[in-house]
């Protein structure tokens, strides 16, 4: 249980400390994403105006009608073409990327790649 417990304090200091830094350096609105063991959720902030511009995820009904799991690299893929495809709806064509407190490698990737793909400008793809 203390191990755990250590893990959750860490990933909080570490989302809070990568969402300032997101939110302190760009005047873009924001892509955040929220990882859990079954879903994945993603929606574009505009901190500016406390507003949320777009947002996806694996519990919208269009996903649940492909029947596919929603915890997966697959799901995080449709679910980057989603929150894409209703950003560009909204006029919205760059962003900066808020991974949170994950790192980005496996479903956030696979979702920023996607968006990226659809039309939405995150940045620079990073190197492998």
Same mark, same amino acid.
């Given at each position: 249980?203390?191990?755990?417990?250590?893990? @959750? /304090?860490?990933?909080? =200091?570490?989302? &809070?400390?990568?969402? @300032?830094?997101?939110?302190? +350096?760009?005047?873009?609105?924001?892509?955040? =994403?929220?990882? #859990?063991?079954?879903? /994945?959720?993603?929606?574009? =902030?505009?901190?500016? $105006? +406390?507003?949320?511009?777009?947002?996806? #995820?694996?519990?919208?009904?269009? &996903?649940?009608?492909?029947?596919?799991?929603?915890?997966?690299?697959?799901?995080?893929?449709?679910?980057?073409?989603? =929150?894409? *495809?209703?950003?560009?709806?909204?006029?919205?064509? *760059?962003?900066? &990327?808020?991974?949170?407190?994950?790192?980005? +490698?496996?479903?956030?990737?696979?979702?920023?790649?996607?968006?990226?793909? @659809?039309?939405?400008?995150?940045?620079?793809?990073? $190197? $492998?």
């Amino acid at each position: 249980m203390r191990k755990q417990k250590r893990l @959750n /304090i860490q990933r909080k =200091v570490r989302k &809070f400390r990568v969402t @300032n830094a997101v939110k302190r +350096h760009s005047n873009r609105p924001r892509l955040s =994403v929220f990882r #859990s063991a079954k879903h /994945i959720y993603a929606q574009i =902030v505009d901190d500016n $105006e +406390h507003k949320t511009l777009a947002s996806a #995820s694996t519990m919208d009904k269009s &996903f649940r009608a492909q029947n596919l799991y929603g915890g997966n690299v697959a799901a995080a893929a449709v679910v980057g073409k989603a =929150v894409a *495809e209703r950003a560009l709806a909204a006029g919205v064509k *760059e962003v900066c &990327f808020d991974r949170g407190g994950h790192k980005y +490698h496996g479903r956030v990737k696979a979702l920023a790649d996607a968006a990226r793909q @659809n039309g939405l400008d995150i940045g620079a793809m990073a $190197e $492998e």
